[in-house]
């Protein structure tokens, strides 16, 4: 990477972190994020709602992270900021302002692909991690996003396995929600699954071929199960809980491992790096150690805070892309369901 002296802002607004973070070359100076506590008590997010928030939010949470790093917003050479995916409500706020201060500031503006982002996390600079060797397979696991990519340069992926239908982090929050847990229900599950035994209780896996994942029918088996075992005990669930999650959790580790294991096969690569809040579950995180003893893989694992969505990884984007000079015009919009 240059040796120049780079300032850039990056902004996240996908869905509903508000965030902004400003990054010196490849180093993060600040990471700020605004979560909002108000979808918890509806069991999701609510765009409307996400999309207000983040209009209260966006500009304390720009003006904290120059501040922390303790820059004016005079000294940015660039601002980057997420284009999409997302939901639509909320990239318009953060690709409005993203705008707005880029011309004022008469400075060039980025656009950034939100899950570029989470796979070039990977790239910041941060004393004692490596970073992955290109080619290397990246796991997107979140509420909003499983896949599995295979990136051969820093702009040069393929998606080669997606989730047809709920991502793995609902696949938690929707399990964690029919168990009477609060939302988001990943954290709670993991925690309970492992005072828990995994093989207690067995849900079908789904059938999906090649390197695809679905998840709603493991949900729907999970709700099946625990109306079944109801009527016969009306305590069960909170009898048998950490067995039951600790079961769930076992199932859905093993859903992503066997395609994860399917994809060394298929590409031969065996460098991995994962990403999305989900990165941050003990299963999955023990599953691939113990992949690097089993099969000789060698596992990339960032700092949680850039794992979940966050405005860092945003930054190291807009970075990267800036030393390509590849600047945005004024009139980019916001794209809901942008592509890899
Ligand atoms: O990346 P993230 O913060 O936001 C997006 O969805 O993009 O991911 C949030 C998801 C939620 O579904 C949450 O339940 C899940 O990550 N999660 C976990 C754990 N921590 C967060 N799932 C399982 N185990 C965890 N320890
Ligand atoms: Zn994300």
Same mark, same amino acid.
């Given at each position: 990477?240059?040796?120049?002296?780079?300032?850039?802002?990056?902004?996240?607004?996908?869905?509903?972190?508000?965030?902004?973070?400003?990054?010196?070359?490849?180093?993060?100076?600040?990471?700020?994020?605004?979560?909002?506590?108000?979808?918890?008590?509806?069991?999701?997010?609510?765009?409307?709602?996400?999309?207000?928030?983040?209009?209260?939010?966006?500009?304390?949470?720009?003006?904290?992270?120059?501040?922390?790093?303790?820059?004016?917003?005079?000294?940015?050479?660039?601002?980057?900021?997420?284009?999409?995916?997302?939901?639509?409500?909320?990239?318009?706020?953060?690709?409005?302002?993203?705008?707005?201060?880029?011309?004022?500031?008469?400075?060039?503006?980025?656009?950034?692909?939100?899950?570029?982002?989470?796979?070039?996390?990977?790239?910041?600079?941060?004393?004692?991690?490596? =970073? @992955?060797?290109?080619?290397? %397979?990246?796991?997107?696991? $979140? !509420?909003?996003? *499983?896949? &599995?990519?295979?990136?051969?340069?820093?702009?040069?992926?393929?998606?080669?396995?997606?989730?047809?239908?709920?991502?793995?982090?609902?696949?938690?929050?929707?399990?964690?929600?029919?168990?009477?847990?609060?939302?988001?229900?990943?954290?709670?599950?993991?925690?309970?699954?492992?005072?828990?035994?995994?093989?207690?209780?067995?849900?079908? =896996? @789904?059938?999906?071929?090649? %390197?695809?994942?679905?998840? $709603? !029918?493991?949900? *729907?088996? &999970?709700?099946?199960?625990?109306?079944?075992?109801?009527?016969?005990?009306?305590?069960?669930?909170?009898?048998?809980?950490?067995?039951?999650?600790?079961?769930?959790?076992?199932?859905?580790?093993?859903?992503?491992?066997?395609?994860?294991?399917?994809?060394?096969?298929?590409?031969?690569?065996?460098?991995?790096?994962?990403?999305?809040?989900?990165?941050?579950?003990?299963?999955?995180?023990?599953?691939?150690?113990? !992949?690097?003893?089993?099969?000789?893989?060698?596992?990339?694992?960032?700092?949680?805070?850039?794992?979940?969505?966050?405005?860092?990884?945003?930054?190291?984007?807009?970075?990267?892309?800036?030393?390509?000079?590849?600047?945005?015009?004024?009139?980019?919009?916001?794209?809901?369901?942008?592509?890899?």
């Amino acid at each position: 990477m240059s040796s120049q002296n780079i300032y850039i802002l990056g902004i996240e607004s996908s869905c509903d972190d508000t965030a902004a973070s400003v990054i010196h070359n490849g180093r993060i100076l600040s990471n700020v994020i605004a979560n909002q506590k108000i979808h918890e008590e509806y069991g999701g997010v609510v765009p409307e709602l996400a999309s207000r928030a983040h209009q209260q939010n966006i500009v304390p949470v720009v003006t904290q992270a120059l501040k922390k790093a303790n820059i004016t917003k005079d000294e940015l050479h660039a601002i980057a900021f997420t284009r999409g995916p997302g939901l639509m409500g909320s990239l318009l706020v953060g690709t409005s302002f993203a705008k707005s201060l880029a011309y004022g500031l008469d400075i060039p503006l980025i656009d950034v692909n939100h899950m570029q982002g989470h796979i070039l996390a990977h790239f910041i600079d941060e004393d004692g991690y490596n =970073k @992955p060797p290109f080619p290397f %397979l990246a796991m997107t696991i $979140s !509420g909003g996003h *499983t896949q &599995i990519v295979k990136v051969s340069g820093y702009f040069d992926m393929e998606v080669i396995g997606e989730t047809i239908d709920d991502a793995v982090g609902e696949a938690f929050d929707k399990s964690g929600k029919i168990l009477g847990l609060g939302y988001p229900a990943g954290p709670e599950i993991d925690k309970r699954a492992q005072l828990g035994n995994p093989k207690a209780y067995s849900f079908t =896996k @789904p059938k999906v071929d090649g %390197l695809n994942f679905s998840f $709603s !029918g493991l949900k *729907t088996g &999970i709700l099946y199960f625990i109306q079944n075992e109801t009527k016969a005990n009306p305590n069960f669930v909170e009898e048998n809980l950490n067995d039951i999650c600790a079961s769930i959790q076992y199932t859905i580790i093993g859903i992503l491992m066997d395609k994860l294991k399917l994809a060394v096969k298929q590409t031969g690569i065996t460098h991995i790096a994962i990403g999305g809040g989900v990165s941050a579950n003990s299963g999955i995180r023990k599953a691939l150690k113990d !992949g690097e003893q089993k099969f000789g893989w060698t596992t990339y694992v960032p700092k949680f805070e850039f794992t979940t969505d966050n405005a860092a990884m945003i930054a190291i984007v807009g970075y990267l892309k800036y030393l390509d000079k590849d600047f945005a015009e004024q009139n980019v919009a916001a794209s809901a369901r942008l592509k890899i």
